[in-house]
């Protein structure tokens, strides 16, 4: 007895059943819009960051439109050197508050950015003390708590 030979089957190619052509445009559809959305709102957000009531910027220019003397810490929360004038700042500052503004910039927030560019930062921290005139003095580095209080009662008893 002959045999005859076996011949492949041959099976249409299918897609997985657990992801139909439906759901897989309707997910990229969603992933689409989300970065449209996205995109959208993260500019109209760097716009009006500068405007933002209680920003860094929005305290300098009240401050500046005041002429109120003013304190313009640049600091960050991951410098050593920060964090020790962050500590001598808040330990010196309340004692001037009611004469002095305080106008605190953390450079890792883009929305600090036009104050940065504005003042030239080039290292942290850094210190601007701006007088009722406008004129600054900038001290870059940390200081002494010592000439932290000689530049606080330079600004209050001007």
């Known amino acids: 007895m002959r045999k005859?030979?076996?011949?492949?089957?041959?099976?249409?190619?299918?897609?997985?059943?657990?992801?139909?052509l439906w759901l897989t445009l309707i997910g990229i559809g969603l992933i689409l819009?989300?970065?449209?959305?996205?995109?959208?709102?993260?500019?109209?957000?760097?716009?009006?960051?500068?405007?933002?009531?209680?920003?860094?910027?929005?305290?300098?220019?009240?401050?500046?439109?005041?002429?109120?003397?003013?304190?313009?810490f640049f600091h960050s929360t991951d410098c050593h050197s920060c964090m020790v004038m962050m500590e001598r700042v808040a330990e010196v500052y309340p004692s001037y508050a009611a004469k002095v503004v305080l106008v605190d910039v953390i450079v890792s927030e883009?929305?600090?950015?036009?104050?940065?560019?504005?003042?030239?930062?080039?290292?942290?921290?850094?210190?601007?003390?701006?007088?009722?005139t406008g004129k600054a003095t900038t001290m870059v580095g940390p200081i002494e708590v010592e000439q932290l209080i000689a530049a606080f009662e330079a600004l209050s008893t001007e």
């Open 4 to 20: 005859e030979p076996v011949m492949p089957r041959r099976t249409a190619h299918k897609r997985p059943p657990s992801s139909p």
């Open 33 to 72: 819009i989300g970065l449209y959305l996205g995109l959208k709102l993260g500019r109209q957000s760097r716009i009006s960051a500068e405007f933002e009531p209680g920003s860094p910027q929005d305290v300098y220019q009240q401050a500046l439109r005041a002429g109120q003397p003013m304190l313009v």
């Open 110 to 132: 883009w929305r600090n950015r036009p104050l940065m560019e504005q003042f030239g930062l080039r290292a942290i921290p850094t210190m601007v003390f701006i007088d009722r």
